[in-house]
């Protein structure tokens, strides 16, 4: 079964710094382009950040552009999302989302998506 | 690029053909998405590349338009339909949504 496994949410204060993690199973994650999209609550979503399958190419969201940083680990299946200096806008669930597969390197859409972690910035 | 979703909310009742738009603010050719979303959960892709079904998505569901201009058009709203739906474009980065339309029981 194609799976995605989110982790690392909190509560942290303004300015501090979270990792989240996305681990992934039942498909070849190497061969897959992921993103970040996040959802403030009671708010729409907002896509935050994607990830080439080999990591060589990094995309931002110029909310988050120079605070957080997406990686991914093909060798454990696993997608990173650092975030620092963190602002109390930045609380929300963050999901990971997984490309549609397609026969072009394009992203056409995101067929599988985490449960989602809680991130809270507050002090 | 920014995508405008209308309406932002509807009543409808079970039976009823429903249709949500959404505009992009420049052209995006066919790089348009569809999900849905219930409260608590994770969005679900229903139609990718403006007009095509994802796998296991009932075909009540249906997608057309490119450019700047699309439609999410649900044939007979089922008990089942009552969610928020959400565009999404996929042409450039960064992949914007639109601001979603939650679709209520009358």
């Known amino acids: 079964e194609v799976q995605l496994l989110e982790s690392g949410g909190g509560l942290v204060q303004p300015g501090g710094s979270l990792r989240l993690s996305c681990a992934a199973s039942g498909f070849t994650f190497s061969s897959y382009a992921m993103s970040w999209v996040r959802q403030a609550p009671g708010k729409g979503l907002e896509w935050v950040s994607a990830i080439s399958g080999s990591g060589g190419s990094t995309y931002y969201a110029d909310s988050v552009k120079g605070r957080f940083t997406i990686s991914r680990d093909n060798s454990k299946n696993t997608l990173y999302l650092q975030m620092n200096s963190l602002r109390a806008e930045d609380t929300a669930v963050y999901y990971c989302?997984?490309?549609?597969?397609?026969?072009?390197?394009?992203?056409?859409?995101?067929?599988?998506w985490g449960q989602g972690t809680m991130v809270t910035v507050s002090s | 690029i920014q995508l405008t979703q209308s309406p932002s909310s509807l009543s409808a009742s079970v039976g009823d053909r429903v249709t949500i738009t959404c505009r992009a603010s420049?052209?995006?050719?066919?790089?348009l998405a569809w999900y849905q979303q219930k409260p608590g959960k994770a969005p679900k892709l229903l139609i990718y590349?403006?007009?095509t079904l994802q796998s296991g998505v009932p075909s009540r569901f249906s997608g057309s338009g490119s450019g700047t201009d699309f439609t999410l058009t649900i044939s007979s709203l089922q008990p089942e339909d009552f969610a928020t739906y959400y565009c999404q474009q996929l042409n450039s980065y960064p992949f914007t949504f639109g601001g979603g339309t939650k679709v209520e029981i009358k």
């Open positions: 590349a403006a007009s």
């Open positions: 989302a997984k490309d549609l597969p397609t026969v072009t390197t394009r992203t056409d859409a995101f067929d599988i």
């Open positions: 420049q052209g995006i050719s066919s790089y």
